[in-house]
């Protein structure tokens, strides 16, 4: 296969609004469409292929990075960029499995969703303009944290005169300058590191910072220090519900730093939003479904005393603030004819009670791809 193929490919994936492009040895090119994987019409890759795709689009140093480390992360804009009908960006994963080289790229939709039209509580945008806080967006791989997190950059630079640093691995949505300034750095390219990245973002006077990954100690301390010392500060972790974040975070220090982590949290820690992607089966496309936390002095005083097990009651209270509990939000999509059950069910944080509430309005849990295979 040529470089010309993998043009065809990436169109495909454009017209055909497909959210991810799979390529390994032994599968025909593979498109993810509405969640579920549908094989294109060609022939199965062999070695040569996915290498040779692999080297028309992958730069140097992600290559290099192949041959070291077994794998690299990268993005890249393609088609016209005028024509945002046909272009597109890609975030692009490549690997080596079974000795041959495999790829995932995922496309980065050009344009970037009005915070309105995502569906977000309207609360938000008032927590977006404080002065300094941690908001984090959590959830599982694919499930549009970047999206939602690209829309509250897009909707501060709109509205207010802010310096936005941003930290991403790679830059997925291009924010150009509109009333802020906004400078991205990417990890790999424009720095080694997220936790590097931070220690000198504090040096470039900014107002908001987004921390695309907090993955380690180093990343999650300098992140609540930034929120603590009057910066706005953005970050994700692959957390499915708000008390689960809160334990994820405490559980990354070591135990004798357990209580005074509590304490800096419960004060900069502003809200969390966990979220999940889901097929809709009312039209085409997917549609999310969110967790909402509010760090309320109600909740900031569970935090501080290791209690989150009480949170999701604290949430369910909550209500007058936006907040609201995954399952809650699911039955609503349900019950609104948006979802399945059973995805409702895969996805919920207390499956049996879902399953007895769906019994309940005398529905039936079906799962709409065995549903289709089976005929």
Not at 10 to 20: C, F, M
Not at 131 to 151: D, N, Q, Y
Not at 341 to 351: E, F, L, Q
Request: proline letters at 5%.
């Amino acid at each position: 296969m040529s470089a010309m193929q993998i043009d065809r490919l990436l169109d495909t994936v454009i017209k055909q609004e497909a959210s991810d492009l799979h390529l390994t040895v032994g599968k025909p090119p593979t498109v993810r469409m509405s969640g579920r994987l549908v094989e294109l019409k060609t022939k199965s890759l062999d070695s040569e292929d996915t290498t040779s795709l692999m080297k028309s689009i992958s730069p140097e140093r992600a290559q290099n990075e192949l041959q070291e480390e077994g794998g690299s992360d990268f993005g890249f804009a393609y088609g016209p960029q005028d024509d945002p009908e046909k272009s597109a960006r890609f975030r692009v994963s490549i690997f080596r499995q079974k000795g041959s080289v495999a790829m995932v790229l995922r496309r980065i939709p050009n344009k970037l969703l009005d915070i309105d039209k995502i569906g977000l509580p309207p609360i938000v945008k008032d927590l977006i303009r404080r002065p300094r806080g941690l908001f984090l967006v959590t959830g599982p791989t694919g499930s549009g944290k970047t999206t939602t997190l690209a829309s509250m950059i897009d909707y501060i630079n709109i509205n207010l005169d802010r310096h936005i640093i941003t930290v991403e691995d790679p830059i997925e949505y291009y924010q150009p300058h509109k009333k802020s300034i906004v400078n991205q750095r990417e990890v790999g390219t424009d720095v080694p590191s997220f936790s590097e990245a931070l220690r000198r973002a504090l040096r470039q006077d900014p107002d908001v910072i987004l921390v695309g990954e907090m993955r380690d100690l180093e990343t999650i301390e300098a992140a609540i220090t930034a929120a603590e010392t009057g910066h706005l500060v953005f970050g994700t972790l692959h957390t499915n519900s708000a008390a689960g974040t809160i334990n994820r975070l405490i559980d990354a220090f070591p135990t004798n730093q357990q209580q005074q982590v509590r304490a800096q949290l419960s004060v900069a820690l502003i809200a969390v939003l966990s979220q999940q992607l889901l097929k809709r089966v009312d039209t085409k496309g997917m549609c999310a479904a969110y967790e909402f936390m509010v760090v309320t002095p109600a909740i900031a005083n569970l935090i501080r005393e290791a209690q989150s097990f009480k949170i999701p009651s604290a949430i369910q209270t909550g209500k007058k603030f936006g907040m609201k509990l995954l399952d809650d939000f699911l039955w609503e999509l349900y019950a609104a004819g948006k979802i399945a059950a059973g995805d409702m069910i895969d996805r919920g944080s207390n499956s049996d009670q879902l399953i007895e509430k769906v019994h309940r309005a005398g529905g039936t849990i079906g799962r709409p791809e065995l549903d289709d295979d089976a005929a």
